[in-house]
């Protein structure tokens, strides 16, 4: 569970810094509905952690749906 939330938290932060040192970063990449998204989201997760040590096969398929909304939306934006 701790992963989980430790690999958001370094894919927001570590990811682009490293790419902002090959070459500076354009803000139109990262905007505000992802970030919201992104936090939604981890708080979805934080809430299946206190469901038990295993996703449930609901939660399984609320988040495959939620990944899947999210590509859709990114594919048609």
Do not use: H
């Not at 992963?3 to 927001?12: D, E, H, L, V």
């Not at 990449?29 to 096969?57: K, W």
Request: glycine content about 14%; some cysteine; overall charge neutral.
């Amino acid at each position: 569970t701790g992963n989980i939330i430790g690999s958001n938290i370094f894919n927001a932060l570590a990811i682009p810094g490293v790419a902002a040192l090959v070459a500076p970063l354009d803000r139109g990449g990262v905007g505000a509905a992802d970030l919201g998204i992104m936090i939604v989201i981890s708080i979805m997760a934080l809430g299946f952690m206190y469901t038990g040590s295993r996703l449930t096969r609901a939660e399984g398929a609320l988040l495959l749906a939620a990944y899947v909304g999210y590509c859709s939306w990114l594919f048609v934006a």
